[in-house]
C-alpha cells in the first residue's frame, strides 16, 4: 500500500515538473528561429537575414531600460526649460544659416517651415549629436522576445529588416535608441517605411548620415499627417477666471471665435486673431500653470509624439528659431 502511494506521488511529481518545464518561457534560440521564417514568410531575403541576425543576442542593457520605472515626472516648465534653452536656440540658428540651400528646398517642396524641421531634429537628437548608439536589430529583437509590447516590436523588426533588404543601410550601421527610433530624426522603422525620402536620389533613404533626407523625411512625416502651410501652431494664451477646467486638452477642438468668446485671450490680453480656425486650450501643469492656444499644426506634431510637453517645446523652439 504504501509503495502504491509511493508511486503515485511519484507519478504526480514527474507530471508536474513535465508541465512546468513546457510552461517555461522559449528560449532566445527557439524565438529567433521562429522570427526567421516570419521574416522569410514577410518576403526578406536569405542574405539580409544571415546580415541581420548574424551576432544577435540579447542586449541586457535594454530589457533593464524597457523595465525601468519612469523617474519623477518633471513638470511642463522644468521639462521646457531643458528643451528650448539658449544652447539650442544658438546652435539651430546657425544651422539654419548653414544648411539654408538643403532646408529652402525641402520648405518649397512641402510646405513645412524649416523652423520645425530644424527643431524637431535638435529635441530629438541634438541635431544629430546624440543618436543612440543601439544597433536596431538587436535592439528590437530584445524587445520583441522580452519586451512587454511583444507585437509592436516584431512588427518593427519586420520593418526594419525591409529597410535593410531595400539597400537603404547595412545591419552593421542600423543604429538608433534602445527602442528603435533611428537616425538624426529617430523615426522607427514603420515610420521610416511610411514617410522617410530619398531626397537626393542616390538611391538610400538615408536619415543617418544625408541632411537634404533627413530634412525632406521629417517634413513628408508632417505633410503626410496634415500639416497647413501658411498657418502657425499655436501661442500663449490667457484664460478668464473660472475657466472649466474640463475644456483643456487637444482632443476638445473649437472655433477660434469659441474660445474667443469664452474670454480667451492673448498672453498679455490681446484678443485672438479672427481667423476661422479649430484651436484647442492646451495646460500642460494645469490651469495654474503656463496656458497655450493650439492649431491644426500642433495637432501633427502630436502625431510624431503624443505629448502636450513635447508638441509644445518644438512649437516654442521653432518660433524662437525663426527669430
Ligand atoms: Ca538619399
Redesign the pocket.
Known amino acids: 500500500m504504501r509503495n502504491y502511494f509511493k508511486k503515485i506521488v511519484l507519478t504526480f511529481v514527474f507530471a508536474l515538473s513535465f508541465y512546468s518545464t513546457s510552461l517555461k518561457a522559449e528560449t532566445f534560440e527557439s524565438w529567433l528561429a521562429q522570427t526567421k521564417i516570419e521574416a522569410r514568410a514577410h518576403g526578406i531575403s536569405h542574405a539580409t537575414i544571415d546580415a541581420a541576425f548574424s551576432d544577435v543576442a540579447l542586449i541586457q542593457r535594454v530589457v533593464e531600460l524597457d523595465k525601468k520605472q519612469p523617474e519623477t515626472k518633471k513638470t511642463f516648465v522644468q521639462y521646457r526649460e531643458a528643451i528650448v534653452n539658449q544652447n539650442r536656440i544658438t546652435k539651430g540658428r546657425a544651422l539654419i544659416q548653414q544648411h539654408a540651400d538643403a532646408l529652402n528646398e525641402i520648405e518649397a517642396k512641402y510646405g513645412v517651415p524649416k523652423q520645425f524641421i530644424v527643431a524637431l531634429w535638435g529635441i530629438e537628437t541634438n541635431f544629430g549629436s546624440n543618436t543612440g548608439g543601439f544597433k536596431v536589430i538587436p535592439a528590437l529583437a530584445t524587445l520583441a522576445y522580452d519586451g512587454r509590447r511583444r507585437e509592436f516590436f516584431t512588427r518593427e523588426l519586420m520593418n526594419a529588416l525591409q529597410i535593410i533588404d531595400d539597400g537603404h543601410i547595412s545591419a552593421a550601421n542600423m543604429k538608433g535608441s534602445w527602442a528603435g527610433a533611428m537616425g538624426q530624426n529617430q523615426f522607427m522603422p514603420s515610420s521610416f517605411n511610411a514617410f522617410a525620402v530619398?531626397?537626393?536620389?542616390?538611391?538610400?533613404?538615408?536619415i543617418w548620415g544625408?541632411y537634404?533626407?533627413i530634412f525632406a523625411s521629417s517634413a513628408n512625416y508632417l505633410k503626410k499627417n496634415g500639416w497647413k502651410t501658411g498657418e502657425i501652431w499655436g501661442r500663449r494664451a490667457q484664460l478668464p477666471a473660472n475657466f472649466p477646467e474640463n475644456m483643456i486638452g487637444p482632443k476638445i477642438q473649437k472655433p477660434i471665435s469659441y474660445w474667443a468668446n469664452l474670454g480667451v485671450k492673448k498672453y498679455g490680453g490681446g484678443a485672438l486673431p479672427n481667423e476661422d480656425m479649430m484651436a484647442s486650450i492646451v495646460a500642460p501643469d494645469g490651469l495654474g500653470g503656463e496656458v497655450y492656444i493650439v492649431y491644426n499644426n500642433y495637432q501633427t506634431i502630436m502625431d510624431w509624439n503624443r505629448s502636450t510637453y513635447f508638441a509644445t517645446s518644438v512649437g516654442l523652439l521653432a518660433d524662437q528659431l525663426a527669430r
Do not use: S, V, Y
Request: no cysteine; net charge negative; charged share 50%.
Open positions: 530619398d531626397h537626393n536620389g542616390d538611391g538610400k533613404r538615408d544625408t537634404i533626407d
